[in-house]
């Protein structure tokens, strides 16, 4: 896997460091072999998205094995990193095939558990409504729990870049 940064404060070193560990021990949970796939992950910094864009995070995913994350970087470190391992947490829906957007007589479909959702139908309510985002909400402490064991130190060093 490979990871690549741009945007608000990403040419901060320690700062890709942290959020490499962080993704590798994410991913690492459900996918052991997740170093010696062949993945791309672009981390997009937004100063402010939540302003801009009413996220504070957001995946996307580009076939076959890119993925972007955008994040907001003028949050505290305690919520940046929830919003990491909830967009992580997408990422590792779509690399296991959980979760996936396919396009069907021009129409879009998200297809999460063998279950297909149409695209027209999904805008319609709160995205939060959706499984795959009741999932992710639900992983995320545990998740925490576990980057909190296993990056202990860049969660510390995390919390003195942001804050
Ligand atoms: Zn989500």
Redesign the pocket.
């Known amino acids: 896997m490979l990871t690549f940064y741009s945007g608000f404060r990403s040419n901060n070193k320690i700062l890709k460091k942290i959020i490499d560990n962080i993704t590798i021990f994410a991913l690492k949970k459900e996918i052991p072999d997740i170093l010696d796939r062949k993945l791309n992950f672009n981390f997009v910094f937004t100063k402010n998205l939540f302003n801009k864009e009413d996220v504070f995070g957001y995946t996307l995913y580009f076939f076959p094995n890119s993925y972007s994350i955008g994040l907001d970087i003028c949050l505290d470190a305690k919520f940046f990193i929830r919003v990491l391992i909830?967009?992580l947490i997408?990422c590792k829906q779509y690399i296991k095939k959980e979760l996936k957007e396919i396009n069907k007589n021009g129409k879009c479909l998200y297809i999460y558990k063998n279950k297909e959702y149409v695209f027209e139908q999904i805008t319609k309510q709160e995205w939060s409504e959706n499984e795959w985002?009741k999932d992710?909400l639900e992983q995320e402490d545990e998740y925490l729990k576990y980057i909190d064991k296993y990056c202990r130190e860049d969660i510390t060093c995390l919390h003195r870049l942001l804050h």
Do not use: K, P
Request: a negative charge; charged letters at 40%.
């Open positions: 909830h967009e997408h985002e992710a």
